[in-house]
C-alpha cells in the first residue's frame, strides 16, 4: 500500500512555513511595514491558494477514480 501524501509531493507546508515566518518578522519589528514586504507575503499566500486549488483537484480526480 502506497503511503497517502496529502500535498502530492508538493511544497506547500514549506510554504506556509514561510508566510509564517515572514509575518512573525513583522509582528516582532517596529516601524512601518513596507510595500515590498507586504508583496512577498501576498506571493507566497497566493502561491499557498493556488496549490491548494491543485491538491482539491488531485484529491477529486483520487476520489473518482477509486
Given at each position: 500500500?502506497?503511503?497517502y501524501l496529502p500535498d502530492h509531493g508538493l511544497?506547500?507546508?514549506q510554504l506556509k512555513e514561510q508566510r509564517r515566518d515572514l509575518v512573525v518578522?513583522?509582528?516582532n519589528r517596529n516601524g512601518p511595514v513596507s510595500g515590498s514586504e507586504l508583496m512577498q507575503i501576498a506571493a507566497v499566500q497566493q502561491a499557498i491558494s493556488a496549490f491548494e486549488d491543485?491538491?482539491?483537484d488531485l484529491d477529486a480526480e483520487m476520489e473518482a477514480a477509486a
Open positions: 500500500m502506497m503511503k511544497p506547500l507546508v518578522a513583522l509582528q491543485v491538491i482539491a
